[in-house]
Each structure stands twice: as structure tokens, then as C-alpha cells.
């Protein structure tokens, strides 16, 4: 397994380094993913999904110290949050740093989760920067729960598919939770 692991994030990698998109099994649904710091690959994702730029995407980092990178100034309550969740919980923060300026949200806010799945969390250290990760469907549509019910046209629409946890049934996307720096909290989705 490891070595499927090793090659498939390989492959992906190469993909994303060339401003491809790929699809991946994430620690909640299927994904697509590109390059967070790439504008064309975030635009090739938002056009793909059928989806309007003003809703924004999630990213996936592999640990904390990513996610310091990548936002101006983690509240502290992200880390207690982040260490009970007991399912996976994506953090919308304020003022992103080093990403696409298309990710960003008009409010100057991005939705970031630590992954805790193996295979997203070798991927993303691997890759050393955050990925995009949006459920593999067209915007409005519902949210696949295994690979078998992923479109057709999102399958065409991909550089590359990852061959793993294909016959996985997938969970429920992850809750999001809102930070602002100046201290309010706000469940988005549970």
C-alpha cells in the first residue's frame, strides 16, 4: 500500500505542478484538487464545477506548520478545535497569504483543513503546498459519496485520477467553522 501510495502521489504531483487538476479520494469526499497557489489551475476547478468564482474553495495542508504559512495570523482556538474535532473540520480564516488571489473570498477569508488521511496529508507534504479540495461534482449537483457516482464530464475534465479508495464509500463533506480574528465563531455547517 505504501508504494501505491508513494507512485499515486507521484503521478498526482507532476500533475499538479503543471497546473492540472486531479481527482482524489479526500479524508471526506471525492475531490478535485489543483495547485492553491496557481490562479489557472483555481480557475480551471471553478470552471469545471459550473461554479460562480464568488463561492469559495476549501484547501487542504498537511499540518499546522502549512497552515501557518498560509494565513497572516491563526487564532489560538484554532489549534483546541482542530485537536478535539472528532470528524473533519475545515476553518474558514481571515487574510490568506501565498495563495491564488481567485481562492480568496471577496470578505479576504479562505476555508483550510489539516487533513488527517494518509494518503492527502503524504500528497500535500509532498507537494509543500496547500491543494484545492472541492467535491467532485458540477455546482449545485449532489455530492457523490463513492466513485461510481462521480459524473462522467468531471472524470473527462480532470488531468488525473488517483487509483485509490476507488470502491470506498465516501463520509459526509466536513463541518466548517468560521474564525475571526476578532474572536467571533461561527458554525457554518455542522
Known sequence: MKDDFKTESQEAISVLKRGGLILYPTDTVWGIGCDSTNPEAVEKVFALKKRSESKSLICLVSDFKMLNEYVEDVPEVAYDILKYAAKPTTIIYDDPIRVAENLIADDNTLAIRVTKDKFCKELVRRFRRPIVSTS????????????????????????????LHQSKKSTKPSAIIKLSNDGKVKVVRK
Open 136 to 163: 467532485a461534482n458540477i455546482s449545485g449537483e449532489k455530492t457523490p459519496e463513492s466513485y461510481s457516482q462521480i459524473a462522467p464530464e468531471i472524470l473527462k475534465g480532470v488531468d488525473y485520477v488517483v487509483n
